[in-house]
């Protein structure tokens, strides 16, 4: 007899992050009580005893354990490829859930046909509203004012405001164009049609690739306020590290590179060194100062 189909399957990739993985999953079976799942972690080598740590003490969840950092897409298509819950979370072990984040979800999808894929409220741990849960797609010029800094400068201007849509209330209910990957509630029909993450990207962009692939397909993606979850070394402890960065700007420029290069070549590359540099200028300045 053919086994039933969870209602869930929830993927982690995680690497070098034992204690926040714990605390993400304990969260995570207070939420899904009650409710059918499946859980994988997929972990990318990690060095602090992550996978030993979750074969003593949480024995229902299942482990695919890399013997090298493979990124974030290719690790999560690991255990995409093993999912079998009707819908699929892929969801940052850095991250406490709700108890109510599931329930309130699935109502969601339930009273919304057209909804293929959503995300809740993020917030950071200080309380805060965290932007980098919804976004656009960056086309060229979106990306523009989000490398050059005017989005930051300006949040609340449809124009320069585009690629967080900062302008927006974060405590209404729309659709928008993508969603954080660090948590991204998808329906697993849309995504055997649409296909997995490309893993040509080995650490950001891919969710937004992903959710324009949602896009094109005419499918509606969703951000839904009426529950929150915690995400505790999200963008407020990134932006301003020169690594993250280069490392973000350099997966912009493939995405640009896969959608745009044949009309934008010139103006992508030059849009990408700027930002760089820019933002560059402006951290090498602020540590000299604080020192």
Same mark, same amino acid.
């Given at each position: 007899?053919t086994?039933a189909?969870p209602r869930?399957s929830v993927?982690?990739v995680s690497y070098?992050?034992?204690a ?5 999953l304990?969260?995570?079976q207070?939420?899904?009580?009650g409710i ?8 990318n080598?990690s060095v602090d005893?992550? #996978? %030993?740590?979750?074969?003593?003490? @949480?024995?229902? +969840?299942?482990?695919i354990?890399?013997?090298e950092?493979?990124? &974030? ?6 255990a ?14 850095d ?13 969601f999808?339930?009273r919304?046909p057209d909804a293929?894929?959503?995300t809740?409220k993020?917030?950071?741990?200080d309380?805060s509203?965290?932007?980098?849960c919804?976004h ?9 004012w ?5 989005s ?6 449809k ?7 900062t302008y927006?209330d974060?405590d209404?209910?729309?659709? #928008? %164009?993508?969603?954080?990957?660090s @948590?991204m509630? +998808?329906?697993r029909?849309?995504?055997e049609?649409?296909?997995? &993450?490309?893993?040509?990207f080995f650490m950001?962009?891919?969710d937004?690739d992903l959710?324009y692939r ?5 499918y509606k993606?969703?951000y839904?306020?009426t ?7 999200g963008?407020?402890?990134k932006?301003?590290?020169l690594?993250?960065?280069i ?6 420029y493939?995405f640009?590179?896969?959608y ?9 590359r030059?849009t990408?060194v700027?930002?760089i540099?820019?933002?560059g200028v402006?951290?090498?300045l602020?540590n000299?100062?604080?020192?």
């Open positions: 007899m086994e189909r869930i993927v982690i070098n992050v034992k926040y993985l714990q605390q993400a304990h969260s995570l207070r939420a899904l009580q059918s799942h499946e859980i994988f972690v997929v972990d080598a005893g992550t #996978v %030993p740590m979750l074969r003593r003490r @949480f024995p229902d +969840v299942i482990v354990e890399n013997q950092n493979v990124g &974030f897409g290719r690790a999560n298509n690991q995409l490829a093993r999912a079998r819950g009707e819908f699929v979370v892929m969801i940052n072990p991250t406490v859930v709700q108890e109510d984040t599931f329930r309130k979800l699935l109502e999808f339930e919304t293929a894929a959503a809740c993020i917030i950071n741990p309380g509203f965290s932007v980098d919804r656009a797609i960056p086309t060229p010029m979106v990306a523009f989000k490398v050059t800094g005017l930051r400068l300006f949040p609340h201007s124009i320069f405001g585009q690629y967080n849509l927006l974060p209404e209910t729309y659709p #928008v %164009p993508a969603v954080s990957g @948590f509630m +998808v329906k029909q849309v995504l049609e649409v296909g997995f &993450f490309d893993e040509r950001y962009c891919e937004i959710c949602i896009n094109l397909k005419g993606i969703y839904v306020p529950t929150q979850i915690i995400h505790y070394k963008e407020s402890t932006k301003n590290n690594d993250y960065v490392t973000f700007n350099r997966a912009l493939q640009f590179q896969k745009y290069a044949s009309s934008y070549g010139f103006l992508i030059w990408i700027l930002g540099v820019l933002r402006f951290i090498f602020r000299f100062f604080r020192e």
